[in-house]
T-cell receptor, first 113, second 112 residues
Framework: DGGITQSPKYLFRKEGQNVTLSCEQN?????MYWYRQDPGQGLRLIYY???????QKGDIAEGYSVSREKKESFPLTVTSAQKNPTAFYLC????????????FGPGTRLTVL | DAKTTQPPSMDCAEGRAANLPCNHS???????VYWYRQIHSQGPQYIIH???NNETNEMASLIITEDRKSSTLILPHATLRDTAVYYC?????????????FGPGTRLSVLP
């Protein structure tokens, strides 16, 4: 079955540690996205990638980093510079950047202790 | 910032139609209206999108006013599983520089 997977579903880290969230898609989509969601809020765009080896900052990129070395993978690193990292993180993909619908993964809930 | 405004919450009786409104008074001529929903602690799910004509698919119907300043998502026979947060988004269909902006949405509660 085609889709987007994120792992793990729940992640706990100590304050000051970097942590990397995984996102993989087998939909052959060119574009991938990372969003952050806080309780009772909408989604805010962190980073997006239109093609392999390219990525752009979204609205709240500070304290985060990404890479896009393979078409199917777009990992997000939450660095110690992110002041409030505890949140629900959602990865999405679309056939091309900016077009049509985005398909979302199940999300990773990160809690920093 | 989101270009849409939605009521924060709505209730609907099971089996009845759920009508979710969205205002997008500053919509541009080439911007589509998209609807997504998010069930608790899951990723958002695409529902439907449209430009100016009314649209229908197996999940819902989308009614867009003639001036395109507002729209309504209709779930014809709501079930308990339709309880979710519904997001209305406007964006150009094919614009590499623009991405989806999700506001707080409408929390729909389907009641037995």
């Amino acid at each position: 079955d085609g889709g987007i997977t994120q792992s793990p579903k729940y992640l706990f880290r100590k304050e000051g540690q970097n942590v990397t969230l995984s996102c993989e898609q087998n939909l052959n989509h060119d574009a991938m996205y990372w969003y952050r969601q806080d309780p009772g809020q909408g989604l805010r765009l962190i980073y997006y990638s239109q093609i392999v080896n390219d990525f752009q900052k979204g609205d709240i990129a500070e304290g985060y980093s990404v890479s896009r070395e393979k078409k199917e993978s777009f990992p997000l690193t939450v660095t110690s510079a992110q002041k409030n990292p505890t949140a629900f993180y959602l990865c999405a993909s679309s056939m091309r950047a900016g077009t049509g619908e985005q398909f979302f993964g199940p999300g990773t809930r990160l809690t920093v202790l | 910032d989101a270009k849409t405004t939605q009521p924060p919450s709505m209730d609907c009786a099971e089996g009845r139609a759920a009508n979710l409104p969205c205002n997008h008074s500053t919509i541009s001529g080439n911007e589509y209206v998209y609807w997504y929903r998010q069930i608790h602690s899951q990723g958002p799910q695409y529902i439907i999108h449209g430009l100016k004509n009314n649209e229908t698919n197996e999940m819902a119907s989308l009614i867009i006013t003639e001036d395109r300043k507002s729209s309504t998502l209709i779930l014809p026979h709501a079930t308990l599983r339709d309880t979710a947060v519904y997001y209305c988004i406007v964006r150009v269909y094919d614009n590499y520089g623009q991405n989806f902006v999700f506001g707080p949405g409408t929390r729909l509660s389907v009641l037995p």
